[in-house]
């Protein structure tokens, strides 16, 4: 199957939000709204979609500015939000669009990359995907909504309780 990545268009929009009914993940209604005017205004993030013909694989945001603190301080962009569709899976997609991001970060001179994954066995994939694809922690522990967790801080086991990890891109 032949698979185009590119950034998403006004098109995309209502392909992407069938996209996460089908799968019922939980996003705010103006979630992919969002991502795109932050695409088309100051640039600080990408809405990927990953297409085969005229099927809509998968799609990422390649955030530019993450939130994360040492990704900040250390002007490391990050691959957020990674998915890929159910009936598309273990077909090399996610590890296409990952590579994309990679390349296009390489284009802009950076030397590393940052992605990340949740600590519940629903990311079980990415987690032994991103460790085969080169990523390791970064050394800061698990963090929730994007802030390090400190030792005997409680936090709920839900989607934000994260590991972050990065990738020298130099060596890749």
Not at 81 to 105: P, S, W
Not at 128 to 137: E, I, T
Request: charged share 25%; proline share 3%; glycine share 8%.
């Amino acid at each position: 199957m032949q698979i185009e990545i590119r950034p998403a268009g006004d098109k995309d929009l209502s392909d992407l939000d069938v996209f996460v009914d089908e799968h019922r993940y939980s996003k705010s209604a103006d979630y992919f709204i969002r991502q795109y005017e932050e695409q088309t205004g100051d640039g600080n993030r990408v809405l990927l979609v990953a297409h085969g013909g005229d099927r809509l694989l998968g799609y990422c945001v390649l955030n530019w500015q993450p939130k994360y603190a040492f990704f900040k301080a250390h002007e490391i962009p990050e691959i957020q939000d990674l998915n890929v569709h159910k009936d598309y899976r273990q077909q090399g997609i996610a590890t296409f669009m990952i590579q994309y991001c990679e390349k296009k970060a390489v284009e802009r001179g950076i030397k590393t990359m940052g992605i990340s994954f949740g600590l519940t066995p629903s990311y079980g994939a990415a987690q032994k995907l991103y460790f085969k694809l080169g990523y390791r922690p970064d050394g800061h522990g698990a963090t929730y909504d994007r802030r390090v967790v400190a030792h005997g801080d409680i936090r709920p086991i839900d989607d934000d309780l994260c590991l972050m990890l990065i990738k020298d891109l130099q060596s890749a």
